[in-house]
C-alpha cells in the first residue's frame, strides 16, 4: 500500500473509535456526541484569547461545522481525554496534504481547570506530532502563535519549529512556524515530561 493510501484510509476513519493511548492522556477521534464539550473548551477565556476568537462559539455553529469535517479528506481532530475519563481538551492536525508534503497542527485547547495538574500538554504534543510524522508520513508540520504570546513562541522554537513569517487573523498578529521532521527536537519534550514523572 502506498503511504498516500495508507493516509486516505486512516482520514476516513477519523470518526471511528480508533483512540491513541498515552501515559497522561488518551486521543479520542471527535464525533458529534462531543459538541457540547467543545463549545465549553473554546469558549474559555484562554481559549478565546489564543485563537483570537472574538465571539462566542455557539453549538450550533459547531454542529454545521462537524457535518462539513465528516465530509473533509484533509482535516482529523480529536478530544483529549484524561486517564479519570475526564475530557479535558481538543486538538487538530489539518490541511493534510496526501502527497505527504504538509499538514497544520492547531486548535490546541486544554481545559484551565486542568492545565496545570497534569503534563497533559506535554503529552499531547509528542503523540500528534508523532502521528503526523510517522503515521501520516508527513515532511512539515504548520502552527502559528499569536504574536504576543512569548511563551508558547518560545516553546514552539524549542519543539524545533523555524518562524516563517508573522500574519494578521481578526485584528491580531500571529507568527507562523514550520517544523521538518529532521528538526523536530522530541528529546526535549520527553526531558520535560520526564521532569512531571519525577515529581509525580
Same mark, same amino acid.
Given at each position: ?35 457540547? @464539550?467543545? =463549545?465549553?473548551?473554546? $469558549?474559555?477565556?484562554? %481559549? ?5 476568537? #472574538? *465571539?462566542?462559539? &455557539? +453549538? ?46 492547531? @486548535?490546541? =485547547?486544554?481545559?484551565? $481547570?486542568?492545565?496545570? %495538574? ?5 503529552? #499531547? *504534543?509528542?503523540? &500528534? +506530532? ?52 529532521? $528538526? ?17
Amino acid at each position: 500500500m502506498t503511504p498516500q493510501a495508507r493516509r486516505s484510509i486512516i482520514i476516513k476513519e477519523k470518526t471511528a473509535t480508533h483512540v491513541i493511548k498515552g501515559e497522561y492522556i488518551d486521543l479520542h477521534p471527535c464525533t458529534d456526541k462531543h459538541g457540547e @464539550a467543545i =463549545v465549553k473548551l473554546r $469558549n474559555q477565556d484562554k %481559549s478565546r484569547y489564543s485563537m483570537n476568537q #472574538t *465571539e462566542a462559539f &455557539t +453549538l450550533e455553529g459547531h454542529n454545521k461545522w462537524f457535518s462539513n469535517y465528516v465530509k473533509s479528506d484533509n482535516d482529523i481532530y480529536w478530544c483529549i481525554y484524561d486517564k479519570l475519563g475526564n475530557n479535558i481538551g481538543v486538538i487538530r492536525l489539518y490541511n493534510i496534504d496526501h502527497t505527504g508534503t504538509t499538514c497544520n497542527q492547531g @486548535a490546541f =485547547v486544554i481545559d484551565e $481547570n486542568y492545565a496545570m %495538574s497534569g503534563p497533559f500538554a506535554l503529552e #499531547t *504534543e509528542i503523540i &500528534t +506530532l508523532d502521528f503526523a510524522f510517522d503515521t501520516l508520513q508527513m515532511n512539515k508540520v504548520l502552527n502559528d502563535n499569536r504574536a504576543d504570546n512569548k511563551k508558547m513562541n518560545s516553546i514552539s522554537k524549542r519543539i524545533g519549529f523555524q518562524f516563517i513569517e508573522e500574519f494578521e487573523r481578526n485584528g491580531a498578529m500571529f507568527h507562523l512556524y514550520e517544523l521538518t521532521k529532521s $528538526n523536530y527536537k522530541r528529546a526535549y519534550l520527553e526531558a520535560l515530561l520526564n521532569k512531571w514523572r519525577e515529581y509525580a
